[in-house]
């Protein structure tokens, strides 16, 4: 005879009702709470009668034959052992078939949603769609989408909702887009990112938070999950699904949410995010790209001929909208004005300020016999944007008059400008000292008069050159730049330009240097250029 608990190959373990109905044998199965669910009141304490604990909770009695007798004692207990066998692998069977079902709900879940995805045209299909899926498969008499825009000092608004009523049917609605503080809400944590779900239970006839807020609208119970979008490392928080109320219903007797739902909505949050992520991205990349064209559009498409001179410059973006700006102004007087500038961040609003300021430069310019009038009404003209907004500009300007040695430099608050000295070979410095736009209003600006003999070169940069930063985090700096304006300066205005780009990318080893770079040359050409 095998073991008790085991069976030999082949074997067949009896059904526990089999069992029961053996001549002689009594057989009791109680639950957790000691309730019996079969066989016959047992006394556990009674002679021949063997107890054995059941996994999860609950007791298996067995009684067997005299209990005088050591055999019917061993028939008992190998008995109770192979019920108890049995049992488990009844509970066993149990939670696979749960397991399977489960598992099987969310892949026909997740089929349904991907499957209707591309026929939503808008993020608000999208969102619909997700809330009215939430809405059937969790039986849940309300669900939401809420918004969250970190940029609107952390604002939240609902925007969608749907409300089941149990039966199968289903009404959508817009929320009541009204705004509120997202630490008025029980969805602040998963804002911030402090935790991935929310899920609680409200007091006996009480609400949670107040009306306005998503969560008052729950009356037994709230889950809440955030809709996030990217990657572990870029992921951002786009706004959060709420469901309350998980409902009873012909297929389930449940009405309490709970590790599956939460699941499932986790589940179908995802896939809200990356949709409406995407669109979002690709929307914003198309904005980014037009606004791209625009810039390079009003950059000059070619450096003016100006008598006596040598022009060049170039702007590299270091994103698709650039802060950084240039330019070769023509001045009331018949003067050039070659300038550099560099708005504060790397966004569309710093190329839609960097548009506004070359609107402002040209208009002034035209107007302006000096540089430092130019400068000045500039600033003037732009502090109100400038200081609204929380930004600056910097710039720094060279005004050239055709067939003249001097030249007049004016800067706000902009990188020095480099002077090359080609008799010598040195390179100066004329160093800012005035504030930059935006900072402060009513700044009168001045000029520096500079005196060039042929083949001397003003070299105007923004912070991109000096900052870029090499493979060991070093910053290309200074002394590197002054170096090459030594070994190249006697070349042309082009060269020049050229050979400051092709150093800071090699410098960089090629890789995006973090900020924009520009470069404007005003080189005064030697005698025997001007006869050529």
Request: with cysteine; proline share 5%; hydrophobic share 45%.
């Amino acid at each position: 005879m095998a073991a008790p608990g085991t069976s030999s190959p082949g074997a067949h373990l009896v059904p526990v009702d089999e069992v029961v109905d053996g001549g002689g044998v009594r057989l009791q199965l109680l639950d957790a709470t000691g309730k019996t669910l079969r066989g016959e009141e047992l006394d556990p304490t009674a002679p021949g009668v063997i107890s054995r604990p059941v996994r999860g909770g609950g007791e298996l009695r067995v009684e067997v034959g005299d209990a005088g007798s050591t055999a019917a004692l061993d028939v008992a207990a190998c008995l109770a052992e192979s019920a108890l066998a049995l049992v488990r692998s009844e509970q066993d069977l149990e939670a696979m078939s749960a397991s399977s079902l489960t598992l099987l709900e969310q892949v026909a879940m997740i089929d349904e949603v991907v499957g209707h995805l591309p026929a939503c045209a808008t993020s608000e299909d999208v969102i619909r769609l997700g809330l009215r899926h939430v809405a059937v498969a969790l039986s849940a008499r309300f669900a939401a989408y809420v918004r969250w825009d970190p940029a609107a000092d952390g604002r939240c608004r609902t925007e969608f909702e749907v409300r089941a009523d149990g039966c199968g049917g289903v009404e959508e609605r817009r929320g009541p887009g009204e705004w509120f503080p997202a630490s008025d809400s029980l969805v602040a944590p998963l804002c911030r990112d402090e935790r991935s779900e929310v899920l609680v239970r409200v007091p006996a006839g009480a609400r949670l938070g107040r009306p306005g807020l998503p969560e008052f609208v729950a009356e037994r119970q709230l889950l809440a999950v955030p809709v996030r979008f990217g990657d572990g490392v870029r992921e951002r928080t786009l706004g959060c699904l709420v469901v309350a109320d998980k409902q009873a219903n012909r297929y389930s007797d449940q009405d309490r949410l709970g590790t599956h739902e939460t699941r499932q909505l986790a589940t179908v949050a995802r896939l809200v995010g990356s949709a409406i992520g995407s669109r979002s991205a690709a929307a914003l990349g198309k904005e980014l790209k037009l606004a791209r064209d625009i810039q390079q559009q009003i950059l000059p498409a070619a450096p003016p001929r100006v008598a006596g001179f040598d022009l060049a410059g170039r702007c590299a973006t270091s994103r698709a909208v650039g802060g950084d700006y240039y330019d070769f102004v023509p001045m009331a007087d018949g003067r050039t004005l070659a300038v550099v500038a560099d708005v504060s961040g790397h966004n569309l609003a710093s190329g839609m300020l960097m548009v506004a300021a070359r609107t402002a430069l040209r208009v002034h310019a035209a107007g302006a016999v000096a540089p430092d009038e130019v400068f000045t009404a500039v600033g003037a003209s732009l502090h109100g944007d400038l200081s609204r907004t929380e930004q600056f500009i910097t710039a720094a300007g060279i005004a050239v008059t055709p067939g003249a040695a001097r030249v007049e430099v004016v800067n706000a608050g902009h990188c020095d400008s480099l002077v090359y000295r080609a008799r010598t070979g040195a390179v100066e410095r004329v160093a800012s000292e005035d504030t930059v736009f935006g900072f402060m209003p009513g700044v009168e600006y001045g000029v520096a008069d500079i005196d060039l003999e042929p083949g001397d070169v003003v070299l105007l940069i923004t912070d991109g050159v000096v900052e870029a930063q090499g493979a060991d985090g070093e910053m290309f700096g200074e002394a590197r730049l002054d170096a090459l304006l030594t070994d190249h300066g006697h070349l042309s205005a082009r060269e020049i330009l050229e050979s400051v780009f092709e150093a800071v990318d090699a410098y960089a080893m090629g890789r995006d240097v973090g900020d924009d770079v520009t470069v404007a040359v005003v080189r005064r050409r030697p005698v025997e250029e001007e006869t050529q």
